[in-house]
Nanobody
Framework: RVRLVESGGDSVQAGGSLRLSCVVS?????MAWFRESPGKEREGVAA??????YYGASAKGRFTIAQDNAKNTAYLHMNNLKPEDTAMYYC??????????????????WGQGTQVTVSS
């Protein structure tokens, strides 16, 4: 498995923006961002595969996923953050193509997470 390291999580006010980064130890054509908050299942936020982005309902119109293959890094640009975006955000790589790209069971390697907290 590849190693993934996330960064960029922070505490912000509602309406603010953050950029999360995920550095992977090797090349991967597909990467994804998931989030998990207490009492809720891990949720697919966004994924990118050979340059094509996919977004979960909570991310559409506010978040943008990008991938820099030269740096083996994926980014999640988050705008207009809301308190309900508060969660631990995880990066994933090595898609297994068993199901939907935003299902957590479809990914083999995970980072340790970075915390995003949005206050009202």
């Amino acid at each position: 498995r590849v190693r993934l390291v996330e960064s960029g999580g922070d505490s912000v006010q509602a309406g603010g923006s953050l950029r999360l980064s995920c550095v992977v130890s090797g090349y991967t054509s597909c990467m994804a961002w998931f989030r998990e908050s207490p009492g809720k299942e891990r949720e697919g936020v966004a994924a990118i595969c050979t340059g094509s982005p996919y977004y979960g309902a909570s991310a559409k119109g506010r978040f943008t996923i990008a991938q820099d293959n030269a740096k083996n890094t994926a980014y999640l640009h988050m705008n207009n953050l809301k308190p309900e975006d508060t969660a631990m955000y995880y990066c994933a790589a090595e898609r297994m193509e068993r199901g939907h790209i935003l299902d957590n069971s479809d990914w083999n390697s995970w980072g340790q997470g970075t915390q995003v907290t949005v206050s009202s």
